[in-house]
């Protein structure tokens, strides 16, 4: 017999990433960073993204051959992350004002990163 185990599910939410060009794209395109760093688009859809100005520059739109430098911001913005669920089984063992103990289910992160911003244990406790 099977039994239930509680998920956490997010609504769908928008975010913009923000990040630093590195050096060694430095005088490289837009388009090829966002392409070789985030090979889970193909180059059409960063393309597409950069001229619908969802991908930029210094709060910037602009066009996919713009030439970087190393301080530029890049910013993408995501207008719906959807988060993958993780257990909804986190519960406050113990608390004094020097710590607090939790139970944290596998496979729940413990902080912000990747796919998961709001599906982590701190995103979680600070609701």
């Not at 939410?13 to 430095?26: D, G, H, L, S």
């Not at 395109?29 to 100005?53: A, D, Q």
């Not at 796919?115 to 244990?121: A, I």
Request: aromatic share 10%.
């Amino acid at each position: 017999m099977a039994t239930h185990q509680p998920v956490r599910i997010v609504s769908p939410y928008p975010n913009t990433f923000r990040f630093r060009a590195k050096a060694e794209f430095e005088r490289k395109s837009l388009l090829r960073l966002m392409s070789t760093r985030f090979p889970f688009n193909t180059v059409n859809i960063w393309r597409m993204k950069i001229e619908n100005g969802l991908v930029g520059v210094n709060g910037n739109e602009v066009e996919p051959d713009y030439s970087l430098t190393k301080q530029d911001e890049i910013y993408h913005y995501n207008p719906k992350i959807i988060e993958p669920s993780v257990p909804n089984e986190v519960r406050i063992l113990q608390e004094t004002d020097e710590y607090l103990m939790v139970f944290k289910p596998a496979p729940l992160p413990m902080h912000p990163g990747g796919r998961f911003n709001k599906n982590s244990l701190t995103a979680i406790l600070q609701e």
